[in-house]
């Protein structure tokens, strides 16, 4: 593997990775036939993350005409909510974790309007503003189907604190708790503890500085949605 560094010109195995032909890494490597097609598509995979990942920043470019897939998961029960949040989470690179943000069908609407940026950061707030984004999957907050039973309280006392009467049934922010956007957020934002709002752990702080600027605003480009679920229905 030295030698292979060394006529590559590589300074270290990360060099390779990023920058040499995959193929010709594997067979340096010495693998058999199939763990050598697993470490290509392994590979192959990797480049990609970091790709993706490198999208996601202030130079994020935005697709007006992105439209995220929904889904009607009011019915689901708290085990197979679990599975349906597994899946999306198999799904997504490995550089990605899942976060989610609650939001009302009308907030829904302007989101993904034609013209739209996407999600509009705060200005202001604890960790100087950004997007404030929940990461403990919803079955962990107490999920009950149609977010019944103690759900809206659990979120509520969770993401709202002492506003959290606000989302219960007929509260001014009821409305809050329709949608759940399911969001890839880069891992290294998730768990970069500068990032979590202080006494609220289950809370992170997309920074501004990350989020794409527009007109005095940063927005959370829309491409970065996995998924929209509909709660009440």
Partial sequence: MVMFLRSEGADSLGDLVRFSDAAKLIQAIGLKPVPARKALCFLSDLRDAAKATNTFSKKDRQDSG??????DVGRLTKTQFELYIKRLKEETLLVFGLAFHFTSKENLRMILEGGSLGLRA????????????????????GWEPFGGGQFRETVGKTLWGQKWQEVLPGG?????LEVLLVLQVPTS???????RVPGREDIVCIPRALLFP????????????????????
Avoid: F, M
């Fill in 122 to 141: 705060s200005r202001q707030g604890q960790l100087a503003g950004g997007l404030y984004v929940c990461s403990t999957w919803p079955t962990k907050l």
């Fill in 66 to 71: 992105y439209k995220p897939p929904e889904d």
């Fill in 189 to 195: 934002i998730i768990n970069d503890e500068a990032n």
């Fill in 214 to 233: 527009n007109a005095g605003h940063h927005y959370y480009s829309r491409q970065h949605i996995v998924k929209v679920l509909h709660l009440t229905q």
């Fill in 172 to 176: 001014p922010h009821a409305d809050k």
